[in-house]
């Protein structure tokens, strides 16, 4: 039996989907739809800790062209992968297959890779678009990302300013906002029992954009522990809320546990699963806890928490 069996599976969960309408990229928002997102971010990140966002505005055609550099790359011979072979230093590089696992010991189907900064990515002729398809990308991401951030900074009550206030160092090494290109090659006909495509976690930062194709697999835990699944709704982002904002939001939001299962017939469909996802951190020395510790523990700094959950996920 394969991990896509879960004992606890309810899948009459129902994340919203949240039109970002005027809220989204290349658009003014007036009051009202400011107040509607804000409300509507707040019920989705309390309850479920995630959302879909429709609307958004990061144009098609760029989402596109870098899905299509991604499986250049991750088609590329494994020598040439290999290459650039990640620095846990730097947060930067490639990771293959069987060389990383944030939920311990399962056996997980995936290679990435990852960047903070555009010329932190591979140059090889086969992929001439994988640059400058990340450097718009990036720059969308960053800007809608400002957007749901004084979204979810005035849903706390506070200044639309907030958040972005932590997050001002974004694109420096003052902070690691990163980039991360997730492979999932088609599946052996023949696999060990308990393979997931990635294991269990929860997302370190403050929000993760998850663009996914429509594979499917993705699921979420509730707070009673019951995972259901997220299947993929064309046209939107899924946003994860991570521990630095349960933590921040006095665990107001949830950093809901996930993971991508390798959905049923997957092994005779023979398709690879591809996703992009921009993780949202504060500036590197922002203090924080993760959520659940006790509150005697002392402080940390984001850098120092994230670079060593990541660290330690590295075989
Ligand atoms: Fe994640």
New binding site residues.
Partial sequence: MKSRMSSKLSSTKKVPVIDLGHLGLGQEPGQEEWQRVTRELYNALTEFGCSYLANHGVPDDQWRLLYDSTIAFFNLEQGKKDRYAFDADKLSGYIGMGSESYSGSTRELCEGLLARRTEQLPDEPEIPSLKPAAESFLKSCKELSERIMAALSLSLGKDPEHLLSIHKERGTDKNITTLRFNHYPPVPSTIPEGTFRFGA?R?FGTI?FIFQDDCGGLQVQDSEGSWFDVTPVPGTIFL?AGEFLQFHSGEKFLAPT?KVLIPAGEEARGTARVSILYFVAPDNHIPMRPPGNPSTDTPMTVQEYITSSIKNAQK
Avoid: P, V, Y
């Fill in positions: 976690h997302d993760t994860l996930h």
